[in-house]
């Protein structure tokens, strides 16, 4: 693992090569990442010092030579865990990543595979993961290397930390939070009200507010700015510019936008645009 060096920087890339996984390498001091969630997997790989995260509301620690990881759209916060901040590199495998590595090997699953804690300290697979992490950020890579190693590795991750879950249902009222969910996602710019959201899906808002964040982990609104970001990301990586996005997605301005997308991602939609457009 690396020494601590230099200020704050991160770059964003992702791998065409393999069905949209996108890479986050960043060295935070200072940053402090809001609460947020992916709606995929997220694998952190420390290299030097500490970052503290609070998931599924416990506050968790992980040093050099740890892999942190998390499922999807679980509610989990980032910031120093020593007064040198933190150098890390982190996977963002889209949804069904999982389940299609998999699929290929035979073993189907009709849920995505969860892990089962969220911080290994585990020097030999990190140093592993580091490793594949530059190759993949280097787009001249042989892609038949790239391919076959991150297959290699992901499956050596699932069988040491992961597990598949029996289907459940989602909070006490699944087929509302859906419906809400449907309702939010198809308009974005102009949103329900929560009374709306609430009358829609026959309960008292207060009721629904509550079956909501029990389901979701997020309150309605902070769920809808996730979804407004990842519309976000995936107008960006089309080449629509920052100011497009944010007067297409309902955000105050493009500023505002800024702010949400790198407290989210680690990065400015600029970057984020420049780097998918390489």
């Keep these: 693992m690396q020494p601590l060096a230099g200020g704050e920087r991160a770059r964003f890339s992702a791998s065409d090569d393999l069905h949209g996984l996108e890479l986050l390498s960043a060295r935070f001091i200072d940053h402090r990442f809001a609460p947020h969630v992916h709606d995929g997997h997220v694998i952190a790989v420390l290299e030097a010092g500490a970052e503290r995260y609070r998931y599924r509301g416990v506050e968790h620690l992980a040093g050099a030579g740890s892999i942190a990881l998390l499922n999807p759209d679980e509610v989990h916060t980032g910031s120093k865990g020593i007064e040198q901040g933190w150098q890390y590199r982190v996977f963002y495998p889209p949804p069904g990543t999982f389940e299609a590595l998999l699929a290929e090997l035979e073993l189907p699953a009709s849920a995505p595979p969860m892990f089962q804690d969220t911080v290994h300290h585990d020097p030999a697979l990190a140093a592993r993961l580091s490793a594949l992490h530059r190759l993949l950020e280097e787009p001249q890579a042989d892609a038949l290397q790239r391919q076959t190693l991150w297959r290699e590795a992901m499956l050596e991750l699932l069988r040491r930390y992961a597990r598949l879950p029996a289907p459940c249902a989602v909070g006490q009222e699944p ?27 026959n309960l008292s808002p207060f009721h629904f507010a509550r079956v909501f964040r029990r389901a979701t982990g997020l309150p309605p609104h902070a769920w809808l700015k996730q979804r407004r970001l990842e519309q976000a990301r995936a107008l960006l990586k089309g080449g629509c510019s920052a100011a497009g996005v944010a007067a297409q997605l309902g955000f105050a301005d493009q500023s505002h936008l800024s702010r949400q997308f790198k407290q989210a991602y680690g990065v400015g939609p600029g970057e984020y645009r420049r780097a998918c457009r390489q």
């Design 175 to 201: 087929r509302a939070v859906a419906l809400a969910k449907e309702l939010l996602a198809s308009q974005l710019s102009e949103p329900p009200s929560l009374e709306e959201l609430a009358a829609a899906v």
